[in-house]
C-alpha cells in the first residue's frame, strides 16, 4: 500500500448470499449459535429477495443493521491506524465525495502524482 491507491469496498451484497440455505448447513450454524434450527431457516427465507439488486443493499442494509456499516468503518480506521504507527502513506477518502468533487471542479484530492483514473 505505500505510496499506492488501495480500494475498499464495503459489503453490500444481499444479505442471504451469507447464510446457508441447505438443512444440515442451518443445523450445524443453529448449533453454533445455540438457538432453534426453525429460527435459522425463518430468518434465511426472511433475507432472500426477489431481486437482489434493487434490494436491500448497501446505504438501505445501513438503516437497518448500523452495525455492520460500524464494523466496516472501525477496520477501516484500525487499518489506517496500523499504516501510520509503520510509517505507510495512506490516503483515506469517500468515493463518493471524491465523484462528486471531480465532477463539478475537475478537482481531485488524490496524492500529488496519482492519475486521477486510479
Known amino acids: 500500500m505505500d505510496g499506492y491507491p488501495v480500494t475498499i469496498r464495503l459489503i453490500d451484497p444481499p444479505l442471504h448470499e451469507f447464510v446457508p440455505h441447505d438443512r ?7 448449533r453454533e449459535l445455540k438457538i432453534d434450527v426453525e429460527k435459522v431457516a425463518r430468518r ?6 426477489a431481486n437482489p439488486m434493487l434490494g436491500h443493499r448497501g446505504c438501505r442494509l445501513s438503516i437497518t443493521y448500523p452495525e455492520i456499516l460500524e464494523m466496516q468503518v472501525r477496520a477501516i480506521i484500525e487499518a489506517a491506524i496500523e499504516c501510520q504507527k509503520a510509517e505507510l502513506k495512506y490516503y483515506l477518502r469517500s468515493c463518493i465525495r ?6 463539478s471542479s475537475g478537482f ?3 496524492p500529488p502524482g496519482v492519475s486521477p483514473m486510479n
Open 24 to 30: 444440515a448447513k442451518q443445523e450445524e450454524l443453529a
Open 44 to 49: 434465511v427465507e426472511q433475507l432472500h429477495e
Open 98 to 103: 471524491s465523484f462528486w468533487i471531480g465532477r
Open 108 to 110: 481531485s484530492n488524490k
